[in-house]
């Protein structure tokens, strides 16, 4: 569902589009200027008064910052599927203070503790909600861990909302499918992250992950496009402090030798990993088998192996 801002900001982009394109129909000029403050579109050239009484769709007060508009806003945050809840309901606030900022009586500290409790309660009603509330903590943890936008975390609840309607979860751990529904969704939008970086900061084993992402992504037809080697190249030779020459250089060998289909059935993360070894070699800004295979969590053997097989496709000696 596409959120009202977004949808204002679409209107508001077509609407200046159309300005652009006006003319007037006094002189023919396009040079038309757009009067906040009178609500008018006016002829630079001629002065005529083209349109008025145009609305302004923005608050009617007025913010410098930030902060002073999230102040000053009567709305809420949109609904987000990160939360049980959608982030619908209410919360208490914990701090036990009143409107202005005063400390409450002892009686009523244990009053609001007890509303506090009842309104957890009610906001988890049943096992399913239980269920939910602790898988998608668990993937806002993960995903904060890994650096990873906010689109990916509201992706892998999605993925975890129809796992858990499916009755995809029975027989398999909470932490096992949310986990895999994060992955699911790095996959789904472009965010190169690997299975091992995914199992480094979750609470199951990486062989629990990769059969269990294999088992969702089949029974609820997620389509994923085949991870390009390419996307990790960026991130890696940041991480080794390598110039942009190598980087580039990484890429035309991945480029050249996926062309030749050596590619196909490899581990995309390896792959890059190689291309950087031997584009730092080509590059002379040597870095040892040892340091991009700790970078890339991959073994040197899979670098050593990979990288063979790239020079001898691209017909560089050793």
């Not at 689109?151 to 027989?171: C, M, N, Q, T, W």
């Not at 996959?187 to 190169?192: H, Q, V, W």
């Not at 480029?255 to 590059?283: H, N, R």
């Amino acid at each position: 569902m596409t959120r009202p801002t977004r949808t204002r900001e679409r209107e508001q982009e077509s609407e200046s589009e159309q300005e652009q394109t006006r003319v007037c129909p006094e002189c023919g000029s396009d040079h038309l200027v757009k009067s906040t403050d009178r609500g008018e579109l006016v002829c630079d050239d001629c002065g005529l008064v083209v349109e008025e009484d145009k609305i302004d769709p923005g608050p009617e007060w007025r913010a410098f910052n930030h902060s002073e508009r999230q102040n000053k806003s009567r709305v809420g945050a949109p609904t987000t599927q990160t939360m049980h809840d959608k982030g619908l309901t209410t919360t208490i606030d914990w701090k036990d203070k009143d409107a202005y900022g005063r400390s409450i009586s002892s009686k009523k500290r244990s009053q609001m503790h007890r509303l506090r409790k009842w309104q957890e309660r009610i906001r988890t009603k049943d096992a399913g909600e239980r269920n939910l509330q602790f898988a998608l903590s668990e993937i806002d943890r993960m995903a904060s861990a890994l650096g990873v936008p906010r689109s990916v975390r509201e992706v892998a609840s999605v993925i975890y909302r129809r796992a858990l309607s499916e009755d995809l979860i029975r027989g398999r751990s909470i932490e096992g499918v949310a986990t895999s529904a994060l992955y699911a969704a790095c996959r789904k939008e472009g965010i190169p992250r690997s299975l091992e970086e995914i199992s480094e900061v979750s609470r199951v084993e990486r062989k629990e992950i990769g059969r269990t992402y294999r088992y969702i992504s089949q029974e609820l037809s997620l389509e994923m496009e085949p991870v390009d080697p390419k996307k990790y190249v960026p991130r890696f030779c940041s991480e080794l402090e390598l110039s942009e020459e190598v980087q580039s250089k990484a890429n035309e060998i991945i480029t050249k030798t996926a062309e030749d289909g050596l590619l196909s059935g490899k581990s995309p993360t390896g792959y890059a990993a190689a291309a950087i070894y031997a584009a730092s070699l080509l590059c002379n800004e040597k870095k040892t088998q040892r340091e991009v295979a700790d970078v890339a969590q991959v073994t040197e053997v899979t670098i050593r192996n990979r990288y063979q097989e790239q020079i001898e496709a691209m017909g560089i000696h050793s």
